[in-house]
């Protein structure tokens, strides 16, 4: 019985005020990168335990985290909710079957029945943003794109939450290479808000691509002072900054950064959550670009050691498999950087999915590329990982993510003197949509090798 409306006039099937109060209070936290979304969530369901909609929400946000961590929790969710679909409507049904799909690793799947809802319910921005997250780590940037100008004709700047979707059409034009329209719809955003963290993120990458540092670091900087509110997307724009950072050979402050804003132990939400797949990612990231430029790292691999020696069975991600290889290898734990690899390799031999397909054709040669690197084989790691390239968008991540692998690839074939290949790597990565390559650091060392 649809007695009440999201802020976008969509119907919620639940006949309390309360529950639905308090889910309209969880999409908006959810949707500007707040805390306490699940809260809100949570009360939803108190107020109205037959509401489906505030189980499925929370359960797709909690598969926004890829890690094998919160699958019992999806499917208890998804267990409580799947009596309720005989009196769902088709956008609840979608919301439960696509969280089905996507929790059995058929994130490609999943997004083509939320693409379908979408096409409906247009101003579903709660949908928009999980579209956008299972193909982002599924590497359809183009598809992200395409979903989110498909539905701009539905929305008008008086549009509930109408920044909000703004940032999400920029960074989905950002990873298809519309850097202008990108730029344009990110800075729309920030304009509604300044602590818009998705437009400002959106921007920085706009930067990032084009090879703008000063614009990045001025960027950042001064929007820094509004994400005091904003969950791990705020440590993620410090990594931003750190990538601006790096670029201008400040490399001192970038290593102090790690520790005091990217993942600041003593932070109030690294504690509440110590193994953020995303806040791994970023400094094991960070780590390995300083080391590739000769910093002394210290004893800062360590700081996540023990974190990632208990993923080694953690199969939702290739893209932080990747991460975790580098923390296993950089803290020299190579007998569990092997096992990681031999659970990848069980994993990978079973089912089906994109998930299953990602860890084939890309994750997998590519752990084993680092690890071959690590070792110092580096004739190896060219041989692993040159041929999985273009592949490496199955992985998911960011195209200024996933730049790491090709420096460690450049600085593979480097090391052995393989300096035709070079040129190659450097158009490949030029028709990633990066401009500047040869000016940028690490990469300049090469090209003037090469």
Known sequence: MKQHLDSRGHGLTTSSTAAADAFNAGMHSFVCWRTDAMRHLDAAMAADADFALAKLAKGWILQTARTTAFRAPIEGLLAEAAPLMEAADGREQAYFDGLTKALSGHGVEAATIMEAMLAENPTDLLAHRLVQFELFWNGRAGWMRDIAERAAPAWRDDTADYGCFQSVRAFASEE????????????????????????????????????????????LEGLSGNWGEANQIGHHLWWHLCLMLLEQGAYDRALELVTAQVRNPDSALVKAMPDATIDLQNVASLLMRLELRGVDLGDHWSILAEICAGRINDHANPFSAAHDMLVLTGSGQYDLAAQLLDNMRAFATTGDGSLVTAYRAAGIPLCEAILAYRRGEFERAVSLLSPVRHDLPLIG??????????????????????????????????RLGFDRVEQRTLYRDFADAA
Do not use: K
């Open 176 to 219: 298809a290479g519309d850097y202008e329209h990108a730029e344009h719809c990110g800075r729309n955003a920030v304009d509604i808000d300044q602590s818009d963290c998705w437009g400002t993120h959106a921007v920085a990458h706009v930067h990032a691509m084009q090879g703008r540092v000063d614009d990045g670091v001025r960027w």
């Open 397 to 430: 991540g960011s195209h200024a993510q996933r730049d790491l692998f090709f420096q460690i690839l450049l600085d593979a074939a480097h090391r052995t003197g393989r300096r035709e290949l070079i040129p190659l790597y450097f158009d490949d990565i030029r």
